[in-house]
C-alpha cells in the first residue's frame, strides 16, 4: 500500500522559510515521480513542484521558481520542498503526491496516489 506523509508545514511570516518533508512508502520509491500540490481556500488544486527519483529532473509551477527547491533522499525514500521568500499568497494545504513512471509532457498528471496534506500558512 502506498503511503506518503507530510510534514513541516505550519506558520510564517512573509519572507520567511519552511521545509516540507514527505516520507513514502509502499512503492519502489526510483520507479516514481514525486511532488508538490497545494490547494488553498476556494481555489483548485495546483501542481507546485515534482521530481523524478529515478533521474533527478525536476519541474516548478512558474509563481515558485526560483524560491522553492525539491529533493530528494533516495536512502530514506523521502522527498522535500524547501521553501525560501514565502509570500501569503503561497498559504494553502500542500499536498504529497506520487506517480509511477515520467510524463515529459505532463509531469504532474502521472500523480494518482496522494497524502493528507499539510497546512502552509503565510502572514503579512
Known amino acids: 500500500e502506498v503511503q506518503l506523509v507530510e510534514s513541516g508545514g505550519g506558520l510564517v511570516q512573509a519572507g520567511g522559510s519552511l521545509r516540507l518533508s514527505c516520507a513514502a512508502s509502499g512503492f519502489t520509491f526510483d520507479d516514481y515521480t514525486i511532488g508538490w500540490f497545494r490547494q488553498a481556500p476556494g481555489k483548485e488544486r495546483e501542481g507546485v513542484s515534482c521530481?523524478?527519483?529515478?533521474?533527478?529532473?525536476?519541474y516548478y509551477e512558474n509563481s515558485v521558481k526560483d524560491r522553492f527547491t525539491i529533493s530528494s533522499d533516495n536512502a530514506k525514500n523521502t522527498v522535500y520542498l524547501q521553501m525560501n521568500r514565502l509570500k501569503p499568497e503561497d498559504t494553502a494545504v500542500y499536498y504529497c503526491a506520487a506517480g509511477y513512471g515520467l510524463d515529459l509532457v505532463d509531469p504532474f498528471g502521472v500523480m494518482d496516489n496522494w497524502g493528507k496534506g499539510t497546512l502552509v500558512t503565510v502572514s503579512s
Open positions: 521530481i523524478s527519483s529515478s533521474d533527478g529532473t525536476t
